[in-house]
């Protein structure tokens, strides 16, 4: 496998397992285990980690003058992993609002 090859692996891999996990998070907020999608949040965002310093690295190479063939799974991967930002900092609003409604329902 090609080192483009891999680094578009790495982006959709870690974005993927990244956004599956807030996913689990969602619905283990939704049922009301909280300490459960915060300890999904934290998984995630080791995977975030992981996809975000490839893509950090990727740039700067870029900044250096050493370029990447640019393809549509590349762009994919990058889709992937922005996706995956945008829905990992969604739960957070979301998860509160789940916080808020399990304590509303508590005092009824």
Do not use: C, P
């Not at 950090?56 to 393809?71: C, F, I, K, N, W």
């Not at 990992?88 to 409604?101: F, H, N, Q, V």
Request: proline share 0%; net charge negative.
């Amino acid at each position: 496998m090609e080192k483009t090859e891999l680094i578009i692996f790495n982006l959709i891999s870690n974005g993927g397992n990244a956004k599956g996990l807030v996913y689990e998070a969602l619905k283990s907020a939704e049922e009301g285990d909280f300490d459960q999608a915060q300890a999904l949040l934290d998984e995630a965002d080791e995977f975030l980690k992981v996809a975000h310093q490839t893509q950090t690295d990727l740039l700067h190479q870029e900044a250096q003058g050493q370029h990447h063939e640019l393809s549509i799974l590349f762009v994919h991967a990058q889709d992937h992993l922005m996706t995956a930002l945008e829905v990992r900092s969604m739960a957070d609003g979301m998860i509160r609002l789940y916080k808020r409604l399990a304590a509303i329902e508590a005092q009824g």
